[in-house]
């Protein structure tokens, strides 16, 4: 761990806790969206109301699947951590900024990448 030049001994001990807690608490919520979903009795009604209870499955599943890649990518920075190359970036090999990584601790790129990367998404889409 004391690889990392980006950033000191206390700030990747302080996004060790944070990514940490991020998943235990997402852990958490995974597990209540599954008992909620195992417990609830759902009755079909008319047309109507299997449209909607369909539309409402379908958003509990992208939400559980957008949970689950969430949870990778916390697992992915944490492993980082151990290895001594959290805050590092995967693009150009620059650090990631502290106030970036407060605001998304799984950032994997520094603003610069992640901005080429946008822009370039965005042409993409475009075409």
Do not use: W
Request: hydrophobic fraction near 30%.
């Amino acid at each position: 761990m004391n690889g990392n030049q980006c950033l000191t001994k206390e700030q990747l001990k302080e996004f060790k806790e944070i990514l940490e807690q991020k998943k235990r608490e997402l852990i958490e919520d995974i597990k209540r969206g599954i008992l909620e979903e195992a417990n609830a009795e759902r009755e079909v009604g008319d047309i109507v109301d299997m449209s909607t209870e369909e539309i409402l499955r379908t958003f509990e599943m992208r939400i559980r699947d957008r949970e689950a890649k969430y949870l990778k990518k916390i697992e992915k920075a944490l492993q980082k951590i151990e290895e001594g190359t959290y805050g590092i970036c995967e693009e150009c090999g620059k650090c990631i900024s502290y106030e970036r990584l407060k605001l998304r601790p799984v950032a994997e790129l520094c603003i610069n990448c992640k901005l080429k990367q946008e822009k370039l998404e965005r042409k993409l889409s475009e075409e």
